[in-house]
Nanobody, 115 residues
Framework: QVQVVESGGGLVQAGGSLRLSCAAS????????IRWYRQAPGKQRDWVAA???????NYADSVKGRFTISRDYAENTVYLQMNSLQPEDTGIYLC?????????WGQGTQVTVSS
């Protein structure tokens, strides 16, 4: 069974920081691509950041320069360091794990940024 679990969300003031974690189990982690998405109430789900099995990264324009995605192969975990948070960053953050043709989702972790 593949399990994806996000954690690290919370309530912060504008300008603050959070680090999200995405832990994957039951999968060959070294062969996965990982993507973070977020969704605010009444809005579509937007892609935020991605990291390939080889460690290459990419970011949405809205977060580039503020967010950093990384992975720890030994711990089967991907991190999303979020700095200079703004109210527009508020939403449920979801981790998507791609292994070959298959995709697995976690339940999400809530991030709320107050002004």
């Amino acid at each position: 069974q593949v399990q994806v679990v996000e954690s690290g969300g919370g309530l912060v003031q504008a300008g603050g920081s959070l680090r999200l974690s995405c832990a994957a189990s039951g999968i060959a982690f070294r062969n996965t691509n990982i993507r973070w998405y977020r969704q605010a109430p009444g809005k579509q789900r937007d892609w935020v950041a991605a990291i390939t099995l080889g460690g290459l990264t990419n970011y949405a324009d809205s977060v580039k320069g503020r967010f950093t995605i990384s992975r720890d192969y030994a711990e089967n975990t991907v991190y999303l360091q979020m700095n200079s948070l703004q109210p527009e960053d508020t939403g449920i953050y979801l981790c998507n794990v791609q292994s070959g043709p298959r995709n697995y989702w976690g339940q999400g972790t809530q991030v709320t940024v107050s002004s």
